[in-house]
DNA sequence: AAAGGCACCAACCGCACGTGC
DNA sequence: TGCACGTGCGGTTGGTGCCTT
């Protein structure tokens, strides 16, 4: 049995909203504050679907947006959270503050894409175009064959260990796969004066830059849950698995998985000017 | 001036995830 | 444990305005 609608179709209006729709929408909202949209419609006296509403809230009314057109700082840093992250576009957003998802999305889409061609770098792969086209791929056992990968050229992208993103995976394995992304680089830091080999070496299309528009971590969160996601065997358990979210500043938002209660329940002593951070009950 | 092409972006759709029961 | 529901996300579509011919 499928899903019922989230909504009426027949009683709903579709297409660009009115002023005065857009009105209800905000009185509502300023009133009742937000949530529970499949019932705010009928609260608000709106006929339209829940999902519409809060799709013209969060990318339209909502009051914190910026509107306007994007910066060149604001293009470097989506290209290099994109290069990052991928297609995660809530992810991008979280780190653009008034900009949405479903904007930058576009940007992307109508801006950057032409902007990496002309710079010659493949917007999928972030590597230059020729190597595309040069590279010879591994031979990969290609699991995800959703039809959500539009990527025709493909080559490089098969090649790209870091952000094959599978569709089908959870977000706590994303932020895992993340966070492993950046023990691999800490790892290979350690491990370099011995083997000699560099993590671009390894991972040449790692482009692990977390310097780029960094929040000024003063007391940089060290997620307990995250090194639970993180230690997969216990030897690794001494070593500090930071967590990538926090460090890009993504505390605030949904993919940093350690946000509620690691925060909550902390519990920080100052030693050697350095803070210690003990994992809560809650994280065993 | 009209037609066609193109770019942009708001909105829709389907699916996945998280949560409560 | 499984199901239903609410919500969020990413891909896609369609309307609109501008530009070119």
């Not at 949904?254 to 350095?274: D, E, G, H, V």
Request: one cysteine or more; hydrophobic letters at 25%; proline letters at 5%.
């Amino acid at each position: 049995m499928g899903r019922s609608p989230c909504c009426e179709k027949e009683h709903t209006n579709k297409g660009a909203w009115t002023k005065e729709e857009d009105e209800r929408l905000i009185n509502y909202i300023k009133l009742h504050g937000e949530g529970c949209w499949r019932s705010l419609p009928k609260a608000a006296g709106l006929l339209r679907c829940g999902k519409s509403c809060r799709l013209r809230w969060i990318n339209y009314l909502r009051p914190d947006l910026k509107r306007g057109n994007f910066i060149e700082e604001e293009d470097e840093l989506i290209i290099n959270l994109h290069s990052l992250l991928g297609n995660k576009w809530s992810l991008i957003a979280a780190r653009l503050p008034g900009r949405t998802d479903n904007e930058i999305k576009n940007y992307w889409n109508t801006h950057i894409k032409r902007k990496l061609y002309s710079r010659g770098i493949d917007p999928q792969t972030h590597r230059p175009l020729n190597s595309v086209i040069t590279s010879t791929p591994k031979k990969r056992s290609n699991n995800n064959s959703s039809s959500n990968n539009t990527n025709t050229t493909s080559t490089a992208a098969n090649d790209n260990v870091v952000f094959q993103i599978n569709m089908q995976k959870t977000k706590k394995q994303e932020v895992s796969e993340l966070i492993v992304m950046s023990n691999i680089n800490n790892e290979n830091e350690d491990s370099n004066s011995s083997s000699g080999v560099t993590t671009e070496e390894v991972y040449p299309e790692l482009n692990l830059e977390l310097s780029i528009g960094l929040p000024a971590q003063q007391n940089p969160i060290i997620s307990s849950s995250c090194i639970k996601v993180n230690d997969e065997s216990s030897n690794q358990k001494k070593k500090t698995g930071v967590c990538l979210c926090c460090n890009l500043g993504f505390q605030n938002s949904q993919a940093c998985s350690c946000k509620p209660r690691a925060i909550a329940t902390r519990i920080i002593t100052p030693q050697n000017n350095l803070y210690r951070y003990y994992s809560s009950p809650l994280d065993s």
